[in-house]
């Protein structure tokens, strides 16, 4: 009986510790990746209109058929509807208004496709964009042939674009990421991958833009669980990994 106490209390000590540390995993994570890009922070202020733009990590299963802010239909399943959900929570005194307009596929061009439409029209100010995966996975295959230059030309005069556009406007930039080692990222997007990450990082210093370093925030969050826990193919995130970009993103904020 003694031994089994013994053991008893050592187990529970054991998964006590691990508890405690996975409870403080994604803050600990997050405080971490954002420390390099802490000093660049974006003010909100009372009604303001926050537009959420990228591709399907962005999209996430929004209804494209409503068109009103704050609405869980319209703001998807990923980490826009967590990112909203938590500063609507914070300040609902600033009577913030939230929109997703993410579209699954996009890459930069067309983005500024149907950016009167989806973002100049709706008069953000706050255009947070995360955009860049597809720019390049889908010359792996998926017949497109545009390079690291026609990225950067087109993401710049998107951003060129909405500034005169949108005088005054406030804009968050977030990092293309992969991680490697699961079903959709293997050897092939190595070293390409990482001149888009550089790329979205030196626009964000240029425009003087808050950056989200996703990339750096999921590298860490390796150290408590696998890519696959993190993200469902290396690219798309699990419910874990929306977690992770939502507070990666509120990181970027005062109110």
């Known amino acids: 009986m003694k031994d089994n106490n013994q053991n008893s209390r050592r187990n529970f000590i054991k998964n006590t510790a691990v508890g405690a540390v996975a409870a403080i995993s994604i803050p600990q994570i997050v405080s971490a990746a954002t420390t390099n890009y802490a000093g660049k922070k974006v003010l909100l202020t009372d009604n303001d209109v926050i537009l959420f733009q990228g591709d399907s990590i962005t ?10 802010p704050n609405d869980t239909g319209a703001l998807g399943n990923g980490y826009a509807l967590l990112t909203a959900g938590e ?24 983005l500024a496709e149907r950016w009167d439409t989806d973002c100049i ?18 010359t792996l295959g998926g017949g497109y042939t545009g390079t690291i230059e026609t990225y950067i030309t087109d993401y710049k005069k998107l951003l060129d674009r909405t500034l005169k556009e949108l005088p005054g406007v406030k804009l968050i930039i977030g990092e293309p990421f992969a991680m490697i080692g699961t079903k959709a990222v293997d050897a092939r997007w190595y070293p390409t991958f990482d001149l888009f990450r550089k790329a979205a990082r030196d626009i964000a210093a240029e425009y003087n833009a808050p950056f989200i370093p996703y990339q750096t925030i999921f590298n860490d969050a390796v150290k408590s669980a696998p890519a696959t826990y993190w993200t469902l193919d ?11 970009m939502a507070q990666g993103w509120l990181a970027t904020v005062n109110g």
């Open 87 to 110: 500063l609507l929570a914070k300040y609902p005194q600033k009577k913030l208004q939230i929109y997703n307009k993410g579209i699954s596929g996009n890459k930069v061009y067309q």
């Open 121 to 138: 029209a709706l008069k953000p100010t706050v255009v947070s964009i995360h955009i860049g995966v597809n720019d390049f996975w889908h």
């Open 59 to 68: 999209d996430w299963g929004r209804d494209h058929k409503k068109t009103v």
């Open 234 to 244: 290396g690219v798309h995130p699990s419910i874990a990994g929306e977690r992770l």
